[in-house]
């Protein structure tokens, strides 16, 4: 079995920060790209960013500048830093992995339970 946990959300003012982390765990042999989408209420989920097993991030445009992605390959950790936080990012942050289990020669995608991030005016 393949779980991923996130940690970090709150609430938090508009302007300041906050850092969520999403920690893979299980038999997994490996994790290509790890990414972040959002969902706010009555609307459809949405990318954040995204970053591959090399590194290579991809960030939607609303966020570009304000938040960052990092990945720790060695904990099978990825991770979302926000800073200058807006009303607009409050939401339900999930991570995703695509990641092959030991049991089986598939890759496939993961997804966390979600943290909320509240933005107060």
């Known amino acids: 079995q393949v779980q991923l946990s996130e940690s970090g959300g709150g609430l938090v003012q508009t302007g300041g920060s906050l850092r969520l982390s999403c920690a893979a765990s299980g038999n997994i042999i490996g994790i290509n790209d790890m990414g972040w989408y959002r969902q706010a209420p009555e609307k459809q989920r949405e990318l954040v960013a995204t970053?591959?097993?090399?590194?290579?991030?991809n960030y939607a445009d609303s966020v570009k500048g304000r938040f960052t992605i990092s990945r720790d390959n060695a904990k099978n950790t990825v991770y979302l830093q926000m800073n200058s936080l807006k009303p607009e990012d409050t939401a339900v942050y999930s991570c995703?992995?695509?990641?092959?289990?030991?049991?089986?020669?598939?890759?496939?995608?993961?997804w966390g339970q979600g943290t909320q991030v509240t933005v107060s005016s």
């Open positions: 970053i591959t097993s090399g590194g290579r991030t």
């Open positions: 995703t992995a695509e990641a092959r289990p030991s049991w089986v020669a598939a890759w496939y995608d993961f």
